[in-house]
Structures are given as C-alpha cells and as structure tokens.
Nanobody, 126 residues
Framework: QLQLVESGGGLVQPGGSLRLSCAVS????????IGWFRQAPGKEREGVSC????????NLAGSVKGRFTIYRDNAKNTVYLQMNSLKPEDTAVYYC???????????????????WGQGAQVTVSS
C-alpha cells in the first residue's frame, strides 16, 4: 500500500530550525519526484520545494530560498525538508507528495502530484 508519512513538525521560535521527514512505502523512492507543500489557515496551498527522481535536482519557492533545503535518502526511503531561520509566516500544515517518475526536473504545482501524506503542523511563534 502506497503511503507517505510526514513527521518532525512542532512549535519553534522565530529564527529556529526544524527538519521534516517524509517516509514513503509501497513504491521505490528512487524513481519518483517528491514535493513539499504547505497550507496556512485561510490561504491556498503553496508549493515549497521538490526534488526530482533521476538527477535529484531541486526546486525551491522564492519565499524559502536560502532558508530551506530538500534532500533525499533513497536507502531510508525518506525525503527531508530542513527548515532554518523560520519565520511566523512559515506557519502552516506541511505535506509531502509523490510526483512523476523518471523526471530530471520538478515543479511546484500541486496538480503534478498524485499521492499525498496526511500533513504535519509547523508553528513558528514566540
């Protein structure tokens, strides 16, 4: 059964760091693009970052460039989102999602992703 499970969310002060994990099962991570998205209350879902399958090229939203990093460990079937210098506006539910297979680049449009995790809450507040 295909699953994506996020973990690592929580409450952090502004300027702090968190690392989100997306553990996958039911498919071979190596072959697929994985994306991270977030949705704050009253706002539309936003693409945050993605990492492609074959070349592991990454893409970051402008709002998180220089602060967030995405990487994958295929042996552990896990994709990570390292979030540094967190701001209150980063507060949201964060989702990971499975995108296309065998791609050299990845996009941040949710429509490209077919399977989603249940989400992890990230709250940045003093």
């Amino acid at each position: 059964q295909l699953q994506l499970v996020e973990s690592g969310g929580g409450l952090v002060q502004p300027g702090g760091s968190l690392r989100l994990s997306c553990a996958v099962s039911g498919f071979t991570l190596y072959y697929y693009t994985i994306g991270w998205f977030r949705q704050a209350p009253g706002k539309e879902r936003e693409g945050v970052s993605c990492i492609s399958s074959s070349s592991s090229r990454t893409n970051l939203a402008g709002s998180v460039k220089g602060r967030f990093t995405i990487y994958r460990d295929n042996a552990k079937n896990t994709v990570y989102l390292q979030m540094n210098s967190l701001k209150p506006e980063d507060t949201a539910v964060y989702y990971c999602a499975r995108g296309p297979a065998a791609t050299s680049i990845c996009g941040l449009s949710g429509g490209e992703y077919s399977d989603w995790g249940q989400g992890a809450q990230v709250t940045v507040s003093s």
